[in-house]
């Protein structure tokens, strides 16, 4: 049985959104429709490009999350450094190395832009902090004057994956009428992680038309959801920088406790994260194959009960 998926950001966490796809496959699932924010980006284009979870989940634990976090030498330098380099690129890391990662990733099964996807596959989630709005993947780039078929994939997972002041925003430029009378300064917005508006989109299936819930027969949609609250991790402030990073990462982890309707909990795979934080790039092979396991888990017990609601079976028109 086919499924559209949604999956929540989490950064280093999302390692639990890879054991939960592969539970979902094992039991039966496959996947139409794919979404996610932040680390739920990279869940969903994976999917999107044609890996299976078991192949996903090599990648996903295979990989050291260190190696994103790169800078030049000059921003290495004891405390003045990280600050320079807030100062000038608003980032403490650039961001480039993730996404030449995930290019390179998707390039295998030939996958660059959005063209090279059936059109709907996969939605991506940013937020635009310069016009303070959502921004849907790709469709919304028409709003900015770019083509929503010729934008990189792995620009748009690394826009979702933008963590305020741990990673640069990415920088785009508007193109064509969405141009005009505007100077040069406001031809540019900033794009960062997606969960700064929403992270977790499960709304973003629920078409309707005309205001009422289509009747016709509907893909069921059903999110991946990380909870558990997060191990005290101390913040050493030390100034104005090292405070920033210490409140975007307090604020990231309040995700971890919102409150999910009655209506959407039922169509919820909830994952427990094991105290694991969202910026925890220095991950344990032990805590990374637990986290793993625990999404592994946590899909297997949802789908031994989970039964597709009734609006998803053939809607029959009563004489």
């Not at 690129?89 to 290019?103: D, H, M, N, V």
């Not at 921004?135 to 010729?150: A, F, K, N, R």
């Not at 963590?163 to 785009?172: A, G, S």
């Not at 920088?241 to 995700?255: D, I, K, R, Y």
Request: with cysteine; aromatic share 10%.
């Amino acid at each position: 049985m086919e499924i559209n998926a949604v999956f929540e950001g989490g950064g280093v966490k999302g390692i639990a959104l890879a054991g939960a796809v592969e539970a979902t496959e094992r039991a039966g699932r496959t996947f139409r429709r794919v979404a996610g924010t932040s680390s739920g980006s990279i869940i969903a284009s994976l999917l999107a490009a044609g890996y299976n979870g078991e192949a996903m989940s090599r990648i996903i634990r295979e990989t050291p999350f260190t190696s994103f976090l790169k800078r030049g030498a000059l921003y290495n330098t004891a405390v003045i450094g990280p600050a320079i380099r807030v100062l000038i690129k608003k980032g403490l890391y650039s961001g480039q190395a993730l996404e030449s990662w995930i290019r390179g990733i998707l390039l295998e099964k030939g996958v660059v832009t959005f063209s090279d996807l059936p059109r709907g596959r996969l939605t991506v989630i940013a937020s635009d902090i310069t016009n303070g709005r959502i921004v849907v993947l790709p469709d919304d780039l028409e709003l900015y004057g770019i083509s929503p078929e010729s934008f990189e994939v792995a620009k748009a997972v690394r826009m979702s994956c933008s963590i305020p002041y741990f990673f640069d925003p990415v920088m785009l430029r508007l193109n064509g009428e969405a141009a005009r009378r505007k100077s040069f300064a406001e031809q540019f917005v900033y794009m960062v992680d997606g969960g700064m508006l929403s992270n977790f989109p499960l709304w973003l299936f629920d078409e309707k038309k005309d205001g009422f819930q289509s009747p016709e027969r509907r893909t069921p949609t059903v999110g991946y959801q990380l909870i558990g609250k997060t191990q005290p991790q101390p913040h050493r402030i030390t100034g104005p920088f090292s405070m920033l990073q210490a409140m975007v990462g307090t604020m990231l982890s309040a995700h971890d406790e919102r409150y999910i309707e009655t209506d959407k909990f039922v169509r919820t795979v909830k994952i427990p994260t094991l105290g694991i934080s969202t910026t925890q790039f220095h991950i344990s092979p032990e805590q990374s194959e637990a986290i793993y396991t625990a999404g592994l888990t946590a899909g297997a017990d949802f789908f031994k009960n989970w039964r597709p609601p009734l609006s998803t079976r053939p809607y029959i028109h009563p004489a």
